[in-house]
């Protein structure tokens, strides 16, 4: 996974309502400085007990009006990360969904046009098939994503882990499996979870780490004592320490490289939490990053 330079999605990079935000709290401080003025000549005015009182209730009405306005800060701030990340979505959609299509559209238009050898033709099929399978995972990977967003259990089923990692293999490109290194324990594995989400989970980590470093990836798929354990290792550059957490947000690219839906790690962040299991992404020596997930299982 190397020399990756993350660029901030765009709900983080917008600084929501900060306008509105702004007018919100100069409308409170007014009120309040007016308020002041008030309750200090009523104060002013009248006796001990008149100022007793005055102070009193208007302590009472400062504190609920700083309490109001803070609150409908918190509520803007929430409504326009929301719609935020609504654009982000829509955005991130059309971008990944326009590199497969765009394949494809160019091999039906090699077809018709084209007088192709039998040779060329079956490589711009395939090519074509490349991209509708690739369309589909990344619409499954977004499908599965905005399911995430309000899933708070899993679809528990009994499956073995290192047929699951088999499966998520089996949906590598075939050119890329050659540098693929698979350790596995041989017989039953069985662990009780999402296997659909898993099986995306461990794909994703696996393409990531193909895509940026070169040479082997070593992939593991365990099950050590009461722990089901996930390892992909690759000789890249990694992710910097810094961008680590940020990497786990949805749509989240290399800057350098914006091919992916920017959804990898945020899937397999998702998968952790919702299977209590834990997420750990280290550099490793000489060279070399590792992503490794430890599933207790009994969660």
Known sequence: MAGRRFERPLWAAVTPGVRGIWLVRVLGAYVLLQFSWWAYLLASTGGARERWMVLGEGSVFAALLVLGVMRLERN????????????NLLLGVTHELKTPLASVQLGVDSLRR??????DRAAVLENMQNGVQDLGHRVEEMLVATRLQRQTDVQASTFDWGDMLDEAVGRVSGVQRDRIRLHRIEGSQEVRGDRALWVLSASNLIENALKYSQGAVEVRAEVIGADAVLEVCDEGEGIPKADRESA?????????????????????????LLHGALMDMRDLDPVG???RVVWPQGR
Not at 76 to 87: D, G, H, I, K, T
Not at 249 to 271: D, I, Y
Request: charged content about 35%; aromatic content about 6%; hydrophobic content about 40%.
């Open 76 to 87: 803007f701030r929430q409504e326009r990360m929301r719609l935020a990340r609504e654009r």
């Open 248 to 272: 786990k947000a949805p749509f989240v690219r290399l800057k350098e490289e914006g091919s992916g839906t920017g959804l990898g790690l945020h899937l397999v962040a998702q998968t952790a």
């Open 289 to 291: 990053f590792a992503v």
């Open 114 to 119: 084209l007088k192709l050898s039998e040779e």
